[in-house]
């Protein structure tokens, strides 16, 4: 079964730091660039960040450049979200996917040609 599963999320006070993890099952995430996208209640997924599959380059939305940090460890076969500083407005659920080939910033960013995405995981931002 070929899958990411994505860990992390909960409860978190405004200004606090959460690091959510992205681990692929059943194949390897050495050559996918992975991205992560969020979507809050009645709003649609945005993209948040990528990464390339070597780790070399890195792309944030505005929102989040900053205050967020994506990195990976194929040896784990996982691609790590540390989020720092937090905001009631970065609740959402949080998702990653995956995406053989050439890398795009933008096209990462919109979520295009992903091969593979996980379920989510919840980030809530509150007192």
């Known amino acids: 079964q070929l899958q990411l599963v994505e860990s992390g999320g909960g409860l978190v006070q405004p200004g606090g730091s959460l690091r959510l993890s992205c681990t692929a099952s059943?194949?390897?995430?050495?050559?996918?660039?992975i991205g992560w996208f969020r979507q809050a209640p009645g709003k649609e997924r945005e993209g948040v960040t990528c990464i390339t599959s070597s780790g070399a380059r890195t792309n944030y939305a505005v929102a989040v450049k900053g205050r967020f940090t994506i990195s990976r460890d194929n040896a784990k076969n996982t691609v790590y979200l540390q989020m720092d500083d937090l905001k009631p407005e970065d609740t959402a659920v949080y998702y990653c996917?995956?995406?053989?080939?050439?890398?795009?910033?933008?096209?990462?960013?919109?979520?295009?040609?992903?091969?593979?995405w996980g379920k989510g995981t919840l980030v809530t931002v509150s007192s």
């Open positions: 059943g194949f390897t995430l050495q050559y996918y660039a």
């Open positions: 996917a995956a995406a053989v080939g050439w890398y795009s910033a933008d096209n990462c960013l919109a979520g295009y040609g992903m091969d593979y």
